[in-house]
């Protein structure tokens, strides 16, 4: 797979916005950037209210995907492009939650909404009117999605890549900086993960940074790119970000996004913790 | 009162600080990005540590305001926007509120 497979351009996306068979997404948390105004013809889909179950921690189940793209309109055979806010956290998080159930021609689009912003480039409010359809999902691929026991089993097995900042690694915080820090958990990291702030993956403007380069940030963070890899943050969001560099960009083979990331690891009784800076 | 852990790490919608803001004890770095004098809406703010690594990014407001929760130490904060880019410098100290503004 290239990187052209899994990504597009901002240019590229403009040039397409209203090709037969293309579909463009927009995934946030908080989904009022869109109302204000989103790329032409593109559907919403709201990370919390749309793809997390309402009651038990965890995704809508199959059923459930089904009916959502359904309703947006999303068949099958389209390409969905997706895009977003904070840097694409939750349109890479999405592009990841599409491939668990199997969709398979799916791009991101490289910068998200701040290059697209940042170009000054056209933003509507007009929302599209999508036929429904009957979309069909495969069970979810279980290669992709890490699990709390199978992280405790990867400690010193597989790498293990904490990619919150700095500060929320060492312990010293439990959020990103620019969140209230009050939390339930206990602040700290895996034992034996190593510490690649998603940001390392990514340019100012959101794109990401090249396969060279990519390569190169986690092989001098240590990382032995011929083992199976484990990614984590604190919600599953950031370390999407990261799954895609690793696994979509330089293609590596066995690389597990950990949904449950530090809001759940921080909270397991009897688990092992490790605090301080990367070492 | 805590968060709730299940919560998203998205950067909430930015609205302005006032000088009597309640920090509950952490280090709030708060601004406006303004560009010829007037406040700019809805630049990107970067905070970047004393090494330059990235802290956390947000939207700032239609008003260009912008809040940060961070900790004691050195920190840019840098304005992207389609009219160009801007930074400052801030040191923090003691938990309490920190100005700073940024010009593009």
């Known amino acids: 797979m290239s990187r052209e497979d899994v990504l597009v351009s901002t240019a590229w996306a403009e040039e397409n916005l209203d090709t037969p068979g293309i579909v463009f997404v927009e995934v946030d948390e908080d989904t009022s950037a869109y109302d204000k105004g989103h790329i032409r013809n593109a559907v919403k889909i709201d990370w919390k209210n749309e793809l997390q179950d309402p009651v038990r921690r965890d995704f809508v189940d199959k059923a459930g995907f089904e009916k959502l793209l359904s309703e947006k309109g999303i068949a099958n ?33 490289d910068g998200g909404r701040k290059k697209w912003e940042l170009e ?54 439990l959020a990103p900086a620019h969140l209230p820090q009050e939390s339930a958990q206990r602040p700290g990291h895996v034992p034996s993960a190593v510490n690649v702030p998603w940001a390392k993956a990514a340019n100012e403007d959101g794109t990401f940074k090249s396969n060279e380069e990519l390569k190169q ?28 560099a690793l696994h979509e960009l330089l293609g590596l083979q066995d690389v597990k996004n950990y949904d449950g990331s530090w809001t759940e690891y921080g909270s397991l009784v009897g688990v092992p913790i490790e605090t301080g800076a990367n070492s | 009162m805590s968060v709730q852990v299940d919560s998203g790490c998205a950067a909430p919608a930015q609205e302005a600080t006032p000088d009597d803001f309640d920090t509950r004890g952490q280090v709030v770095i708060a601004g406006t990005v303004t560009a010829g004098g007037q406040p700019l809406p809805n630049a990107y703010v970067r905070l970047l540590n004393a090494d330059g690594e990235f802290a956390g990014e947000v939207q700032a407001s239609e008003q260009g305001e912008f809040r940060f929760y961070a900790a004691a130490g050195k920190w840019t904060v840098r304005a992207l926007h389609a009219e160009g880019t801007g930074e400052a410098a801030v040191e923090t100290d003691a938990p309490k509120l920190y100005r700073v503004s940024v010009s593009v």
């Open chain 1, 77 to 109: 055979d389209d390409t969905v492009v997706l895009y977003g806010g904070n840097n694409n956290w939750f349109a890479a998080y999405a592009y990841w939650y599409f491939k668990l159930y199997g969709h398979e021609k799916l791009k991101l689009l």
């Open chain 1, 120 to 173: 000054g480039r056209e933003l509507v409010t007009e929302v599209p009117q999508r036929p429904q359809t009957s979309y069909v999902a495969k069970e979810q691929d279980l290669s992709l999605r890490a699990f709390r026991d199978e992280v405790v089993e990867a400690i010193n097995q597989k790498n293990i890549v904490d990619v919150r900042s700095p500060d929320e690694f060492a312990g010293k915080l």
């Open chain 1, 217 to 244: 940030i986690y092989t001098e963070a240590g990382l032995d790119l011929n083992k199976p890899t484990i990614a984590y943050c604190r919600i599953g969001e950031r370390s999407s970000h990261t799954w895609f």
